[in-house]
């Protein structure tokens, strides 16, 4: 599986780094789409531990393809000590190109203090690729690079000098004016257009002039100072943009300066320009940087679908980002803008169809299209002097956070004018220590917990992706599920008439060849062990443990249906006088009963003497609720704890849906997932466990507290699932209520949804109702994590795994909240829902 994860992760890395400069990409995309799998992926291999780490990623730092070694290199990193260190910076003075340029990515988005000494003295003894790449990750860490610039500016080697520059421009003090002076009159484009931009970050005087002077000429590299000239420029410094259009090797970069410039004199050629097939989407793009109009619908010419028959092209795509910029309808275009223009004033600067200033600047960087925002980024240094200067190419979710704290120092304070009349004042900010800052810090509740909040002081699980809690609950996150083909009642396919098996979750290694409370024990004894194993249990407090099971109400459901059916069926075929058959069936005990029956008797005691709980069970009880006995169970627990009869509790379920009688049962009553009925439930099993523990309790003996459960609710409808009546989320609305109500902030701080859906329609109907009657509680925006996505149906577990899953995200920082809300959904009627919570900061 981790070898699964890191190949994952090299996938999104490709795709995380391709939309740092993606058209039609946002940074909200970019968080919530490619960086948010890659690190999911990454967390999973940091909780792999030293038996990853030797047998996975030490051998891919070798790897020829960059993206594995840069995901290597940051696992490496972000697991701490410094053996991965050495690991990565060895790799990082490798003479294998891709092997360098990965590890040096992942340094850069990786900030390690110990490692700063490391780069100075690598700085100072490497060759210049080194070097650059170096340079490159001290800038990134805003770390200063400890020497004086000059001597590696004069080395004569382009990128290590592009490096320098860009270095000045965060630490001004380490590179002489004369040398960027130099650097400006460079025969090297590169080199020259570096130094430009250093220089306007800077406010080095003369360098406008030098900017026009290069824009005049024409010559290689023309396109990093038109941009330039583009956004410090006045309306009359456009005409050397437009005069560059005509040239068929400026005319790319001339339309982008002109979409850069946002001067309405440019929407006229840029319309003419759409109608050239050949740069047609660049136009589009430029006139949409300035109008804000959106190119969609009946304004973007539809793409053509690739078929196999397809003639190849005589000249393809070329790949890049402007791949994926749209084709404009330019008739259609200039129908928008003869009505447009109206509002836009021919002497203004336009931003996304809004007057510059610093709102429009930062809603763009903020909301902006991937590929322009560099240029705006560059544009922000530049009119705050080097006061505001952030990468593009950090973690989306960092830049996110950069941008709202610069929001309120930009704001009102951005110096709008010409580059030209820009004041000459630096005001670069001195360099801080570098400190190692986690992208996902613990989430923790600032509040103490409530007095009658259950403190949950452990963790136990076993499931379809893991015999722990904590690689289950990663593996859940990177978005991992391993459904396969389960033994028991085949379906037939309807169109081939062939036999297909069912899928479902199972945990073939640990139960397979177990059934009934065979298989419940198995599956409770290894939840048991991983507790543990996690908590690092003793024996001495009382420990009761509360266990809730499977109801039996599908199982019996099932079987009545059969019965009923089978006794309409020899009505039908056999004389009334010998029906008397069918009545002795039906007085024979009900599979749910029996199987009830015996799980009271023998469950229990088979789990306490196979499991060997340090200290053995003071207190125990059995609860046949389904997904809601879980609140049922916690309630009793509390009960207990409050009382006294026992110090800590043991409150989890055990439910395996993929054992042949339950597929019988679900497929009888049309509930299971299958290719002839794709809505319905795929089953699982699982088993799994919380401690728990009066918040006072463990706050007295300094028991690390994963999370507290702070509200529960439970209630009932009058009818079942079969009932035939709709499901209107009338018990459903009145927990959540009545748990959201409780909570002293009444629920303003949750901002996550553990959602019991299985699949089935009635559970699904249940919860839109409901969100309709929680007016008060808008529920339908918060984001909502799905349990079945990754385990299945797992009935009567997965009250426990809400809890497991919701800490876990406490612990590892990706809850995007200190308060989560799960609900629970009962075949029988039953509805319960919890609050759980963050662990109070200390």
Not at 190 to 202: G, H, I, K, P
Not at 216 to 226: C, E, I, Q, S
Not at 566 to 585: L, M
Request: net charge negative; hydrophobic share 45%.
């Amino acid at each position: 599986m981790a070898r699964d994860f890191l190949a994952d992760a090299t996938f999104f890395w490709a795709q995380r780094e391709q939309g740092l400069v993606a058209p039609d990409a946002t940074l909200q995309e970019l968080i919530e789409g490619p960086e948010q799998r890659l690190l999911a992926c990454l967390d999973a291999l940091v909780l792999g531990g030293p038996s990853v780490s030797q047998k996975v990623l030490r051998p891919a730092l070798a790897s020829e393809e960059l993206e594995t070694v840069a995901c290597a290199s940051s696992v490496l990193l972000m697991q701490g000590g410094a053996e991965g260190l050495e690991a990565v910076l060895t790799t990082l003075r490798a003479d294998t190109e891709p092997a360098s340029q990965g590890a040096a990515r992942a340094l850069e988005l990786t900030r390690r203090a110990d490692a700063v000494s490391r780069l100075h003295a690598l700085l100072m003894d490497t060759p210049p690729g080194v070097q650059t790449r170096v340079l490159e990750i001290l800038t990134q860490w805003e770390a200063d690079p400890a020497q004086g610039l000059d001597e590696l500016l004069a080395a004569g080697d382009v990128p290590l000098a592009c490096a320098v520059l860009r270095a000045a421009r965060r630490f001004p003090a380490r590179l002489r004016a004369s040398s960027l002076e130099r650097a400006l009159g460079s025969d090297v484009p590169e080199v020259r257009n570096a130094a430009l931009e250093t220089a306007f970050t800077l406010g080095h005087p003369g360098v406008w002039s030098t900017c026009v002077e290069v824009v005049r000429l024409r010559g290689p590299g023309w396109g990093g100072p038109a941009a330039l000239l583009a956004l410090g420029g006045d309306p009359q410094d456009m005409d050397l943009l437009l005069q560059a259009l005509p040239e068929p090797v400026l005319r790319r970069d001339a339309l982008w300066a002109l979409g850069l410039s946002g001067r309405i004199t440019a929407v006229g050629p840029l319309l003419e320009a759409m109608r050239d097939e050949a740069i047609a989407p660049v136009a589009a793009e430029a006139f949409c940087a300035i109008t804000g109009l959106a190119l969609t619908g009946e304004l973007e010419e539809p793409r053509e679908v690739w078929t196999p028959d397809a003639p190849e092209e005589e000249e393809p795509t070329p790949l890049g980002p402007e791949a994926a910029l749209p084709r404009p309808q330019p008739q259609r275009v200039e129908r928008w803008w003869k009505k447009a223009q109206g509002n836009f004033s021919p002497q203004g600067r336009y931003l996304a169809g809004k007057p510059f200033g610093a709102e429009p600047l930062l809603d763009a960087l903020t909301m902006g299209p991937m590929r322009r925002r560099a240029a705006l980024a560059l544009e922000l240094a530049v009119r705050t002097q080097g006061a505001c200067q952030f990468s593009t190419g950090n973690w989306a979710l960092r830049q996110w956070k950069v941008l709202q704290v610069l929001r309120p120092t930009v704001r009102g304070r951005l110096a709008l004018g010409s580059f030209r009349a820009l004041p000459r004042t630096l005001a670069v900010p001195e360099a801080l220590p570098v400190k190692n800052e986690p992208l996902f810090p613990p989430v923790f509740c600032q509040r103490p917990s409530p007095p009658g909040s259950l403190a949950v002081t452990g963790l136990g699980m076993v499931s379809s992706l893991g015999d722990g809690v904590v690689g289950s609950c990663a593996a859940a996150r990177v978005g991992v599920a391993r459904p396969g083909a389960l033994e028991g009642t085949p379906i037939v396919d309807e169109d081939s008439g062939e036999e297909l098996p069912v899928t479902g979750h199972a945990i073939p290694h640990l139960t397979q060849g177990f059934s009934g409370v065979g298989r419940l024990v198995r599956l409770g004894v290894a939840a048991l062990a991983d507790l543990v194993h996690q908590t690092g249990l003793t024996a001495g407090p009382r420990t009761g443990l509360f266990l809730n099971l499977p109801s039996g109400f599908l199982l019996a459901a099932a079987e009545r249906h059969a019965r009923e059916a089978a006794k309409q069926e020899q009505a039908a075929s056999e004389p009334e006088e010998d029906s008397g058959e069918a009545e002795v069936s039906e007085e024979e005990p009900l599979l749910a009963e029996v199987l009830r029956e015996r799980y009271s008797r023998t469950l229990l005691p088979r789990l306490r003497a196979q499991a060997s709980l340090p200290g053995g069970v003071a207190q125990e009880a059995l609860f046949f609720g389904d997904s809601p006995g879980f609140v049922t169970a916690l309630r009793a627990a509390e009960r207990a704890l409050r009382s006294g009869a026992v110090e800590r509790c043991i409150v989890g379920g055990i439910d395996s849906l993929v054992e042949p009688e339950w597929l019988d049962a679900l497929e009888e009553l049309r509930l299971l997932k299958t290719p002839n009925r794709p809505v319905g439930l795929m089953p699982g099993e699982c088993a799994a466990f919380v401690l728990v523990e009066k918040a006072d309790a463990a706050a007295r003996r300094g028991a690390p507290v994963h999370a507290h459960i702070d509200a529960m609710a439970s209630a009932s409808e009058p009818t079942h699932i079969f009932s035939g009546q709709p499901h209107l989320g009338v018990a459903l609305t009145s927990v959540l209520t009545e748990v959201l109500g409780s909570l002293e902030n009444r629920g303003r701080e949750t901002g996550l949804v553990f959602a019991d859906l299985d699949g089935t329609m009635q559970r699904a109907q249940d919860w839109g109702y409901a969100q309709v009657r929680l007016e008060g509680f808008p529920l339908r925006e918060l984001p909502a994590w799905y349990p079945v996505d990754a385990w299945g149906g797992v009935g009567a577990a997965t009250g426990a795994l809400a809890v497991c899953m919701a800490a876990r995200s406490f612990a590892r920082g990706h809850a995007p909240t200190s308060g989560i809300l799960a609900w629970l959904w009962g075949w029988a009627g039953e509805r319960a829902a919890l609050h759980v919570r963050a662990p109070t900061a200390r």
